[in-house]
């Protein structure tokens, strides 16, 4: 309804001109975007939605508009709710979402004039129904999101069984309001019902290839909360640079960052990470990926890694981690358990991709070791063997695990709740995997069609929105194992300079996709909800990049 939608952003008309065929890349094989859509232009029209992104489950938008002035305008703990004042999560975010609503300028004095317009909605109740608020505590895979939205008169309400809930509501009502040419500020009366249709939504980013500063992190953290994305998958060492300082091994950052002061996490940047995301209803989840991916970690660590033969004479360079040494499992049992305590989620990436045998199969130790345990010229096994004895190293940390496919494809034993991240293929091989693994039984998570690294040109954001991660073969029982998927921004040519336009707001299409309903499909309505969303996080300060020739009523204003 046209009433619903703020009226400077309708004049976000997008011209749209025909341009050149467009192809969207997958993981190792161009896949051409079907020829209508090659030739249909989509033109901005306002949807019945307004500018809501992700699409919540059930929402009705009436005609009925309400005024909302900065001066008066309040957001409140409802009388009953079971997180009060002292709920600074709670506080903190009503502080942030009146500023996004109003600006951080001061409150103007009361309006006192005889009101002619709609009439004014003054307050917003959030009312938290569940005893326990979880106010003091960490979000999980299991944590209940759903929230309820009322708004009508006199006030309209938020309910939510824990703060998590809330959170996505007052990111919900934010997107609700609009303001007309004069920068009056209206809502129309709304009611919504809204849950996640997955539990994990994530988004990856590398801070090994390149560093990124904290204050980027942060900023990214922020723009996940407008999209609803609730997991931070922090990829945070790898070959090229190990900035994780840690203090059980605090040579490993001194040896293998970049420099051991400017470009490392120390662990009190690593605390406000993970508290800047729980304020946000953000899990962090971190990956330390071994065998493979370690050339940083062996800088600092003597004897770690595989030393490589040439002939019969050491080359001088090193490849996988040594998995036949015992001192190679003394060290991991000491730096697993310092993870376990500085990361409070109840899981660890442990990687496990991309394992190179060339190394493995040169050292003459290894291959005695190969012939002692019967394994063969299989280095899988070898493989196998240094995995087996990590897992029950993190196990006994009490921490769950996730590991790239690799692992589950190679037949090593994994706990039942391991979760399996699926991110080769084409379309055909990687729907292929998510039925073998489910039909294993285990859960798994989809990552394949959501490599934002990869860029082409045009609107490849249309392949990301299509992408669904439970379209493959397999029973009701099966789909269910699918918790949800993360959209991966790999740093080989990604830093502080670019991440964020790239990542923005082609990340927006994973997000709807993991929390909207499975039936919303719809590409022009979601062009025409994504091009006043990307509009409303330039107007937040988040330099998301435009989806096609069009403006924004205000512009990105720079650094």
């Known amino acids: 309804m046209i009433t619903t939608v703020n009226l400077a952003v309708l004049l976000l008309s997008l011209s749209f001109?025909?341009?050149?065929?467009?192809?969207?890349?997958?993981?190792?094989?161009?896949?051409?975007?079907?020829?209508?859509?090659?030739?249909?232009?989509?033109?901005?029209?306002?949807?019945?939605?307004?500018?809501?992104w992700p699409l919540p489950q059930k929402v009705q938008i009436?005609?009925?508009?309400f005024k909302l002035m900065g001066s008066s305008f309040k957001i409140v703990d409802a009388r009953q709710s079971s997180a009060g004042p002292s709920c600074s999560l709670l506080q903190d975010a009503y502080r942030r979402y009146y500023e996004y609503m109003f600006g951080s300028a001061k409150r103007q004095q009361p309006y006192k004039s005889k009101r002619t317009g709609p009439t004014e909605l003054t307050e917003l109740q959030v009312w938290i129904t569940s005893p326990d608020s979880e106010c003091d505590g960490y979000p999980s895979v299991t944590s209940n999101e759903s929230y309820e939205l009322s708004v009508d008169q006199p006030f309209a309400v938020l309910k939510a069984p824990t703060v998590w809930g809330?959170?996505?509501?007052?990111?919900?009502?934010?997107?609700?309001?609009?303001?007309?040419?004069?920068?009056?500020?209206?809502?129309?009366?709304?009611?919504?019902?809204?849950?996640?249709?997955?539990?994990?939504?994530?988004?990856?980013?590398?801070?090994?290839?390149?560093?990124?500063?904290?204050?980027?992190?942060?900023?990214?953290?922020?723009?996940?909360?407008?999209?609803?994305?609730?997991v931070f998958h922090w990829h945070i060492v790898d070959d090229p640079s190990f900035p994780y300082l840690s203090r059980t091994f605090p040579q490993l950052s001194r040896q293998g960052a970049y420099h051991p002061y400017t470009h490392v996490?120390?662990?009190?940047d690593v605390k406000m990470v993970i508290e800047w995301a729980r304020l946000r209803g953000i899990r962090v989840i971190p990956e330390f990926d071994t065998p493979g991916h370690t050339q940083s970690w062996g800088k600092g660590q003597a004897d770690l890694l595989t030393p490589c033969y040439?002939?019969?004479?050491p080359s001088g360079t090193f490849g996988p981690v040594n998995p036949i040494l015992n001192t190679t499992y003394d060290f991991m049992k000491l730096f697993f358990g310092e993870i376990s305590t500085v990361f409070p989620d109840a899981y660890v990436h442990l990687g496990g991709d991309e394992v190179d045998f060339t190394c493995w199969k040169s050292n003459p130790d290894i291959q005695k070791f190969m012939e002692q345990q019967g394994f063969g010229d299989d280095y899988s096994k070898l493989e196998s063997f240094y995995i087996q004895k990590l897992l029950e190293i993190v196990t006994a940390t009490k921490k769950g695990y996730m590991?790239?496919?690799?692992v589950f494809d190679n037949g090593v034993k994994l706990k039942?709740?391991?979760?399996?991240?699926?991110?080769k293929g084409n379309q055909q091989q990687y729907q292929n995997e998510m039925a073998n693994i489910t039909s294993s039984g285990y859960q798994t998570l989809l990552s394949t069609p959501w490599y934002l690294n990869r860029i082409s040109y045009g609107q490849d954001w249309r392949g990301h929105y299509k992408a669904d991660p439970q379209d493959f073969e397999g029973t009701e029982a099966q789909k269910k194992l699918v918790i949800g998927g993360e959209a991966c921004l790999w740093g080989e040519y990604v830093d502080a300079t670019n991440l964020t336009p790239r990542l923005w707001p082609r990340a927006s299409?994973?997000?709807?996709?993991?929390?909207?309903?499975?039936?919303?499909?719809?590409?022009?309505?979601?062009?025409?909800?994504?091009?006043?969303?990307?509009?409303?996080?330039?107007d937040r300060g988040i330099p998301a990049e435009p989806l096609f020739s069009s403006f924004c009523p205000r512009e990105y204003k720079g650094i």
């Open 17 to 52: 001109c025909r341009g050149l065929k467009h192809n969207y890349i997958d993981d190792y094989e161009v896949v051409e975007v079907e020829e209508e859509d090659q030739d249909r232009d989509l033109v901005f029209q306002p949807s019945k939605h307004g500018s809501l």
């Open 62 to 65: 009436s005609d009925v508009s």
């Open 166 to 230: 809330a959170l996505h509501g007052l990111e919900t009502f934010s997107q609700l309001v609009y303001e007309d040419e004069y920068g009056t500020k209206s809502i129309n009366s709304t009611q919504i019902n809204d849950f996640p249709r997955f539990a994990h939504r994530g988004i990856l980013l590398d801070t090994s290839r390149h560093f990124l500063p904290v204050k980027v992190i942060l900023a990214n953290l922020e723009t996940m909360a407008m999209n609803k994305i609730n």
């Open 265 to 268: 996490y120390t662990p009190a």
């Open 310 to 313: 040439s002939g019969a004479k």
């Open 403 to 406: 590991i790239w496919q690799e």
């Open 416 to 423: 039942p709740d391991t979760l399996i991240h699926v991110w």
């Open 509 to 538: 299409a994973v997000a709807e996709r993991l929390w909207s309903a499975k039936d919303v499909t719809d590409i022009n309505d979601a062009f025409n909800r994504l091009s006043m969303h990307r509009c409303r996080m330039v």
